[in-house]
């Protein structure tokens, strides 16, 4: 089991920059990529930014490249996100990949954010 909680979520002019946290606990040791999804009311989950076990490879969604920047430092990932917009609103959930003999997916239980214009 993995265990993740997530923090640094709120309420954020455009504009403005906000930075999201995710420690995991548990059989960490087996985790390997981890990453940050999110929801909008309405809309399906999507991917936002994922980093490798290593730190050294990470991916965005276009939306957010340039603004928005992923990092791990062991089992402890980070988002800063940058220049928010308005569309950025949605619960951000954090994500980890666990590889034993099966590949196992664990959620946080999210964390809103929410950018006035």
């Known amino acids: 089991q993995v265990q993740l909680v997530e923090s640094g979520g709120g309420l954020v002019q455009a504009g403005r920059s906000l930075r999201l946290s995710c420690a995991a606990s548990?059989?960490?040791?087996?985790?390997?990529?981890m990453g940050w999804y999110r929801q909008a009311p309405g809309k399906q989950r999507e991917l936002v930014a994922t980093i490798s076990s290593s730190g050294g490879s990470t991916n965005y969604q276009d939306s957010v490249k340039g603004r928005f920047t992923i990092s791990r430092d062991k089992n402890t990932i980070s988002l800063q996100m940058t220049s928010l917009k308005p569309e950025d609103t949605a619960v951000y959930y954090c994500n980890a990949v666990v590889v034993l003999a099966t590949v196992f997916h664990y959620w946080g239980q999210g964390t809103q954010v929410t950018v006035s214009s």
């Open positions: 548990g059989i960490t040791f087996a985790i390997n990529t």
